[in-house]
Nanobody
C-alpha cells in the first residue's frame, strides 16, 4: 500500500496548513488511517485517527486546533491544522491499518507514508 502525503511546507505561527494523504484503490487496507508526527530528537507521536465510518479520535493536545477527515470515494485522508505553533514543527506521517480500529496505537499500523515536513516559524 502506497501512502502519498502532500501539503506540508513553511508557515508563520498562527497560520494554517492542510495535509493530504492519498491511497487510491486500497480500500480494505486503509480501514483505519491516522496522522503521526516526529520532531528531531523526539519519539513519533500520534495526532489523530479516523476509520472508514468516520469515527475519529485525537490526542488531547491536538483537540481544537487539528481536524482529521477523509474522503472514502477518493481514499484520501486530510489533516487541517490551524493556529500553528513553532512546536508543531516536525515531519508528519500518514499511516493506515487494514480492517481494524487502531486509534493512536503506533504499533497497530501497518503502512506508513514517507512523510511531509511542516515548519512553523
Amino acid at each position: 500500500v502506497q501512502l502519498v502525503e502532500s501539503g506540508g511546507g513553511s508557515v508563520q505561527a498562527g497560520g494554517s496548513l492542510r495535509l493530504s494523504c492519498a491511497a487510491p484503490g486500497y480500500t480494505y487496507d486503509t480501514y483505519c488511517m491516522g496522522w503521526f508526527r516526529q520532531a528531531p530528537g523526539k519519539e513519533r507521536e500520534g495526532l489523530a485517527t479516523i476509520d472508514r465510518d468516520g469515527d475519529a479520535a485525537y490526542a488531547d493536545s491536538m483537540k481544537g486546533r487539528f481536524t482529521i477527515s477523509r474522503d472514502n470515494a477518493k481514499n484520501t485522508l486530510y489533516l487541517q491544522m490551524n493556529s500553528l505553533k513553532p512546536e508543531d514543527t516536525a515531519m508528519y506521517y500518514c499511516t493506515a491499518a487494514a480492517g481494524r480500529w487502531c486509534g493512536l496505537a503506533r504499533g497497530c499500523y501497518t503502512y506508513w507514508g514517507q512523510g511531509t515536513q511542516v515548519t512553523v516559524s
